[in-house]
């Protein structure tokens, strides 16, 4: 059955080891006939959430109007929503924070989320799996938090410069994944 899917990247580096990966994922869910929305945050104009706690009452995802507004109705009618994002400084990409942190609005507006399925897509720098804890344990409590359904992650380290990640199976993995939607 063909799925609505939602990818969120959070890397600045269009050619980076993250993308090829995302790429992967993508062109395997499309082959497999499910639709996917790509947004890529580096690229998108979000700021953090302000905690206001007025999401949805302008019939808008967030009473400061930016990007993440076009990304919430997209994350609202998707079966599945994936991240996928370098790990930056033992944690999550600036770029991309914004917008998992604007995830709160689902919750304070009341909107029911629940079901869909999460993904993970991420690498490293250093070859310890736990530096990638700071991205890895984030995203698997806002998938409990939201009600989604883990569905998979792909967890790559050693990879830094742009083309490390051929010298790995990430891309395989990333592809993989889509089996998983």
């Not at 580096?13 to 062109?27: H, L, P, Q, V, Y």
């Not at 302008?58 to 079966?79: H, M, R």
Request: charged content about 25%; aromatic content about 8%; glycine content about 8%.
């Amino acid at each position: 059955m063909s799925k609505k899917i939602v990818v969120i990247t959070g890397s600045p580096r269009k050619d980076g080891n993250s993308f090829a990966m995302t790429k992967a994922f993508i062109e395997a869910a499309e082959a497999k006939g499910h639709t996917v929305t790509r947004f890529d945050a580096a690229m998108k104009n979000t700021g953090g959430c302000h905690a206001c706690e007025t999401c949805f009452k302008s019939g808008k995802a967030c009473s400061f109007d930016d990007d993440f507004n076009t990304i919430a109705p997209a994350i609202l009618e998707a079966d599945a929503v994936v991240f996928t994002m370098p790990v930056y400084w033992y944690s999550i990409p600036a770029q991309i924070k914004g917008i998992i942190d604007k995830l709160f609005s689902f919750c304070v507006a009341g909107k029911d989320v629940a079901g869909k399925k999460c993904a993970l897509i991420t690498c490293c720098e250093e070859n310890d799996m736990s530096v990638m804890d700071g991205v890895k344990v984030p995203i698997e409590r806002t998938a409990a938090l939201l009600k989604w359904e883990m569905a998979g992650e792909v967890l790559i380290p050693g990879v830094l410069a742009v083309g490390d990640i051929e010298k790995t199976d990430g891309c395989k993995k990333a592809a993989a994944l889509a089996d998983e939607i």
